[in-house]
């Protein structure tokens, strides 16, 4: 079994300062395979806020799977935007915009969804679908495939769907031909888990998808600050949420969810 701390939306520039130290020791405490941070690491991708996150990222464990998300490109220097949009990104957080882990029990792909020409919305293109296929079906058929993107590829209906990845039902059935069992994304700033079997009818696939909320903005949307930790053995999944506990002044587990697997569809177990 395999533990995955999952971060998102961390909007370094509009951050709660009394979050990052109990963030950071209680990452450190659960002591994960691997940390992803699904996007946004930014408010609005100037430097100092690259440089906090960055700060903030050396003090968590690793290895790291990260990706950006829309705020990490320029929204108002324009010729940043459309000319070297990710230049500050790949300074200080990483040159790598298709980071992948992999062991024995787990591959990890994170994929870049962030796009110069939309202000919010999230893009994958075919070349992008087709090196996930391609690294996904090479690896090894016992291995749990995870993808990681700031934008969902899901969400609850009441949702805009706007917020969709755009190709996302291209997408969906390339993941179904390699077998992507896990899905995990941000930019809602709402936790969520289901399977993809209600908007994506693929025969014999459903795909799990979890949604985290903000780990440490003060942009809020109805919810505490939070983040997921996922639990993965080859055909059971265990999603626990850590919600910020105002009293205590600590993250502590919320709500606990757990899926299984069964011939290449993920359901919740009560």
């Known amino acids: 079994m395999r533990t995955i701390v999952h971060l998102s939306d961390l909007h370094f520039g509009r951050v709660d300062q009394a979050l990052l130290a109990p963030l950071q020791r209680t990452v450190a405490a659960l002591a994960p395979d691997v940390?992803?941070?699904s996007g946004d690491l930014t408010q609005r991708a100037r430097t100092a806020e690259f440089q906090a996150a960055r700060a903030f990222l050396d003090t968590l464990p690793g290895p790291q799977i990260v990706v950006?998300?829309?705020h990490d490109i320029p929204l108002y220097?324009?010729?940043?935007?459309?000319?070297?949009?990710?230049?500050?990104?790949?300074?200080?957080?990483t040159l790598d915009l298709m980071p992948e882990f992999v062991d024995d029990e787990i591959a990890v792909l994170g994929i870049n969804t962030a796009r110069s020409l939309t202000i919010k919305d999230g893009r994958i293109n075919r070349q992008q679908i087709e090196q996930i296929h391609q690294r996904m079906s090479a690896v090894d058929p016992h291995l749990t495939r995870i993808v990681v993107t700031h934008h969902p590829f899901?969400?609850?209906?009441?949702y805009d769907q706007k917020d969709l990845v755009n190709r996302a039902p291209q997408a969906m059935q390339a993941f179904a031909n390699c077998g992507v069992d896990l899905l995990l994304a941000g930019?809602?700033?709402?936790?969520?888990?289901?399977?993809?079997?209600?908007?994506y009818e693929i025969s014999g696939y459903a795909a799990l998808m979890v949604q985290a909320g903000t780990?440490?903005?003060?942009?809020?949307?109805?919810?505490?600050?939070?983040?997921?930790?996922?639990?993965?053995?080859?055909?059971?999944v265990q999603v626990e949420r850590y919600s910020w506990q105002q009293a205590s002044g600590e993250f502590a587990p919320s709500q606990t969810e757990y899926f299984q697997r069964s011939a290449g569809v993920w359901t919740e177990q009560c």
């Open 77 to 93: 220097n324009v010729a940043s935007r459309f000319l070297t949009p990710l230049r500050k990104y790949t300074r200080y957080v």
């Open 215 to 236: 780990a440490t903005s003060t942009r809020a949307r109805g919810e505490h600050n939070s983040f997921n930790v996922l639990r993965v053995a080859h055909d059971r």
């Open 68 to 70: 950006p998300g829309n």
């Open 35 to 37: 940390l992803v941070v």
């Open 154 to 158: 899901d969400m609850p209906d009441d």
């Open 187 to 199: 930019h809602l700033h709402v936790s969520h888990a289901h399977n993809t079997a209600q908007r």
